[in-house]
């Protein structure tokens, strides 16, 4: 008897350090849970702190609302492993400790040295699934940094204006979702093609990524 | 190309089907990509009734995604994350109208006259030379407009590509490309907003409505029929696009079938329409790739690589040691996961983004090889592959090769994304290292968007599923019209080989009573 209750007890003690004490997320996020949201903030801050050649950090990027945007139009295979991914490295340090001190906390509740060092860790590690698990990591949190307009446009990489001309295809498809009935064109819509003119680097930047200031 | 008058030919699309329906016709095309398209095309053009059924939606301009991890969720199988097991490597599918040829860098290459013989001599193949298959490439490259890309498009981070081969004696040219008016913006893989790239869903799908082709989009055929040694048509269900929640049932009866679905795709089809084709057991057998590897490399002077055509430069010098060499562009989010390191490292070299340039590798590892499973519930493959001991020095002297082209082009320092070596090399003589180090398979980061053999040709019906022609050696009117029919790999992107040889099957499928 004493046995199963000391059970229950580990049970429910490590059911607590796993899953309980996050924070509500500041925004609302449709597949992301609390605990990966306040994952993602940390992990998106080791990666992308602020300051630096790049002045945004990761948190000013809103890496936690992308990768939301992004699970929600993903495969639900891939979205089961990315979440399963975010839980792993959320949790590995409840085993595998970050450097001290009290390095036997989920990564979120660690202090931005150790997250850093963790995350180094999987980097470099001679396991390769590990780095695997990294990698996939820091594709998801690069991919958002690189989405964000004021990045994209300190680097020069935004995309530009273009001025898409009206070719055959467009009378015979209409956008994704849509009946024939949204066609916009007609056959006196139809436009030159494209006659081949550089783009050049004074192009404005295109609205999605437009802004004021950088 | 003629403005569309009414011939007769159509393209539904998800929201017109409201019942379950079917339909009668000549021939039916599964898969709208560089395979499937072009014999639709040809055989409506020869006069025949086709229908072509492609899984994905057509995309409009207004579809296209410039975020590139949308883009891959909404353009490519499992969104883009499927990848092999065994030696793990991500792997490209495309699901959209036009396929592959969508999402695409638009590069169209004849693969050399050795590889052609090689496939002859080792598959038994009696007509499939670079003299016999020639005609078909030219009547494709006539259709699509396929030319040099032009010098004023290629943007200082292909034309360092060139700078760099010629002050070391090595051969380079401009690739040339399924493109129109190219702008050089670099959007290939995202869509292109010039309407420039000729991908199918522009050129050779309006074509074979033109001459009355009907196109079912958003649905997923899931069986051959069949009857002992004639395929009867297809089955299948229609598909909401980018969630594949399945919907209404549909039939296609037809005189001939002609499977383009691609590589894992058509397979995966044959083993689940009860192993259809498959007495030489060959199907899903000898997967290969193309794995390719890249380098990122950093000048003083300022390359704004976002400029230019996305990939315009290559040398063929290399393909009897078993690679090619080409520049690289892709949406900055996709490039900079190669970028080692966490933190403010990570930022500094991100920052050096408008100083880089990328040249990549894609590896002929014929030895590498691999097979396409069927999953339980789903029509997603399963794929195992590995990449052979031997395969790996291809890799390695190639990132060399590229090393070498950068810094005689004037990079200062390179980023090879390799396992085992330092993160930035800052010198030829520190990348020796990549002659010298003993790699293992998993210290490549690696793509293979090039898959074949699949469905391999093969003149002895007991070690292919397809003649030479593309007939189904089990079958009398099956087909099969995409890269899983190459006996080997083509050392070369495989579009345009892809599209020739289905030149020539549309013409046995258009002659077919």
């Keep these: 008897m004493l046995g199963w209750l000391l059970l229950a007890a580990v049970l429910g003690y490590a059911l607590i350090r796993i899953f309980s004490g996050y924070p509500r997320p500041p925004a609302s996020t449709r597949v992301l849970a609390p605990r990966e949201v306040a994952f993602l903030e940390a992990a998106a801050l080791a990666t992308f702190p602020p300051g630096g050649a790049i002045p945004a950090s990761g948190s000013e990027a809103d890496l936690p609302a992308y990768t939301d945007r992004w699970l929600q139009v993903l495969h639900p295979r891939m979205r089961w492993l990315m979440r399963s991914l975010f839980f792993l490295l959320e949790h590995a340090t409840l085993f595998f400790p970050a450097p001290r001190p009290r390095g036997f906390r989920r990564f979120s509740s660690l202090a931005p040295q150790q997250q850093a060092a963790v995350l180094e860790g999987w980097r470099t590690s001679r396991l390769f699934p590990r780095r695997i698990v990294f990698e996939s990591l820091r594709a998801i949190l690069t991919m958002g940094y690189f989405s964000h307009p004021p990045v994209l446009r300190q680097l020069g990489l935004a995309p530009r204006e273009i001025e898409t001309p009206v070719c055959e295809a467009d009378l015979l498809y209409p956008p994704v979702g849509c009946g024939p009935e949204a066609i916009a064109y007609g056959l006196s819509d139809l436009t030159p093609p494209s006659d081949g003119t550089p783009l050049q680097r004074d192009a404005p930047v295109h609205p999605a990524y437009a802004g004021s200031g950088s | ?513």
């Design chain 2, 1 to 513: 190309m003629k403005a569309l008058s009414g011939h007769g030919g159509e393209v539904r699309v998800f929201a017109q089907y409201d019942r379950d329906f079917a339909l009668e016709t000549d021939v039916v095309v599964v898969g709208s990509g560089p395979g499937g398209a072009v014999v639709a095309k040809e055989v409506a053009e020869a006069g025949r009734r086709v229908v072509l059924i492609e899984e994905g939606p057509p995309f409009t301009p207004s579809d296209f995604e410039l975020d590139s991890a949308v883009s891959m969720s909404r353009t490519m199988r499992e969104s883009g994350l499927r990848t092999t097991f065994g030696t793990v490597m991500p792997t490209m599918q495309a699901i959209c109208l036009g396929g592959g040829s969508l999402v695409n860098s638009a590069i169209c290459v004849r693969p050399p006259d050795f590889v052609l013989d090689e496939w002859c001599e080792r598959h038994q193949l009696q007509q499939t030379s670079r003299a016999d298959l020639d005609p078909h490439f030219d009547a494709v490259a006539a259709f699509l407009g396929i030319a040099p890309t032009p010098e004023d498009v290629q943007g200082p981070r292909n034309l360092l590509f060139r700078t760099g081969c010629e002050a070391l004696g090595i051969g380079s040219e401009p690739i040339p490309r399924n493109v129109r008016g190219c702008r050089g913006s670099g959007e290939c893989f995202t869509g292109c907003r010039s309407r420039a790239k000729q991908s199918m869903d522009v050129s050779y799908v309006p074509a074979a409505v033109n001459k009355g082709a009907q196109v079912l989009t958003s649905a997923r055929v899931e069986a051959v029929r069949s009857d002992g040694r004639r395929a009867t048509g297809v089955e299948g269900r229609i598909v909401t696009p980018f969630t594949g929640r399945p919907g209404h049932r549909f039939r296609v009866d037809a005189d001939a079938v002609v499977l383009a679905a691609g590589c894992m795709a058509t397979p995966v089809l044959l083993h689940k329409s009860g192993n259809l084709a498959n007495r030489s057991g060959q199907v899903g057998e000898n997967l290969r790739f193309h794995p390719g590897v890249a380098i990122t490399g950093f000048f003083d002077e300022r390359v704004d690589p976002g400029f230019g055509a996305t990939q315009g430069y290559q040398s063929l010098d290399f393909l009897p040691e078993g690679f090619k060499l080409e520049t690289l562009w892709a949406p900055p989010g996709v490039l900079a996961v190669r970028m080692p390191g966490t933190g403010l490292d990570l930022k500094a070299r991100l920052a050096q983004a408008p100083h880089a340039a990328i040249f990549d590798a894609i590896a002929s590892c014929n030895r590498s090889t691999g097979r396409v499973r069927p999953r339980r519930r789903s029509l997603d493959p399963r794929l195992l592959w590995r990449l052979h001991p031997e395969d790996v020095p291809i890799l390695s002297r190639a990132l060399y090769v590229l090393a070498e082209i950068f810094f005689a082009a004037g990079a200062h320092t390179l980023i090879p994304g390799v396992q085992g070596i330092p993160p930035e090399l800052r010198s030829l003589e520190e990348a020796q290292v990549l002659r010298k180090h003993a790699f293992k398979p998993s210290d490549f980061v690696t793509g293979g968007n090039h898959a074949f053999c699949t469905t391999r040709m093969h003149g002895d019906p007991a070690q292919g599923v397809v003649d030479e022609l593309g007939r189904c050696h089990d079958m009398e009117n099956l087909y099969i019209s995409d890269t899983g029919v190459f006996p080997q790999c083509p050392s070369v992107n495989p579009m345009y080989t892809a599209m020739a040889l289905a030149h020539r099957t549309a013409q046995v499928v258009a002659q077919l009573d």
